[in-house]
C-alpha cells in the first residue's frame, strides 16, 4: 500500500467522519482486532471505523500535549496515515489502540522537539473554545489558564497529567500504555501538580 493510497484513504475517513459516525454507531460494533484484520484483508474502508472510533478522544490528548487545535488536528491526520499505512506491522490487532496511542504519542514529541517555545495565549484560546465543557466565560479562563501552564510543565509530566485526569485511565493503565512504573508515573504526577499550583495561584 502506497503512502498515496494511506493519505487519500484517511483523509476520507475524516472528511466523512460526521456522515459515517451515524452508519458506523448503527452497525454492528466490531472489535479492534476484527476490523484491524479486515482491513489487511483488503476491506479498506473498514478503517473508518477506527477512525470513527478514537478520532475524538485521542484529538483531545494531542491538543493537550501541543497546545494547538490545528497542531493536534495535524498530528492526529499524521498519526492515522502512519498506523494506516504499517498496520502489517501491528503484531497485536486486539490490541490496535495501544499500538496507534504510540505513534500518536511518537507523533506529538517530535512536534514538541521542533517548537520548544511555549504555546502562545492565541493557541490556548483554541484549545479552550474547542473545549465542549460549558460554564461561561470564566469556565473558559480557567481552561486557558490551565492549557497554558500545562505548556510549562516537562512533555512526561504534561503527558501523565493529560493521561489521568483528561482521557480518566487509572495508574495501572497509563503504566501499562507507556511501558513504565506506577511509582515513576505518581513521581511525575508529584512535580506537575507541584508545578501547576504555582503557575496557577491566581486562577483558583
Known sequence: MSQW???ATVTNCLRHNSLAGEALRSGPQAADGEIVRAV????RE???????????????????????????EDALQD?????????AQCKDPDNFIGWFFLILRNRC???????????????????????????????AERRRALQVALMELTPDQREVFVLKHVEGL???????RLSTSVPSLKMR???AYDTLRELLRDHT
Open 5 to 7: 493510497d494511506a493519505v
Open 40 to 43: 489487511l484483508a483488503g476491506d
Open 46 to 72: 473498514s478503517y473508518a471505523r477506527l477512525v470513527e472510533r478514537y478520532r475524538d478522544r485521542y484529538a483531545r490528548y494531542a491538543a493537550r500535549m501541543l497546545g494547538s487545535a490545528d497542531a493536534a
Open 79 to 87: 498519526a492515522f496515515v502512519r498506523a494506516y499505512d504499517q498496520l
Open 109 to 139: 514529541f517530535a512536534e514538541r522537539r521542533r517548537n520548544r517555545t511555549s504555546a502562545s495565549l492565541e493557541a490556548a484560546n483554541d484549545v479552550a473554545a474547542d473545549d465542549r465543557t460549558d460554564g461561561g466565560a470564566e469556565s
Open 170 to 176: 487509572s495508574y495501572t493503565e497509563i503504566a501499562e
Open 189 to 191: 504526577m508529584h512535580r
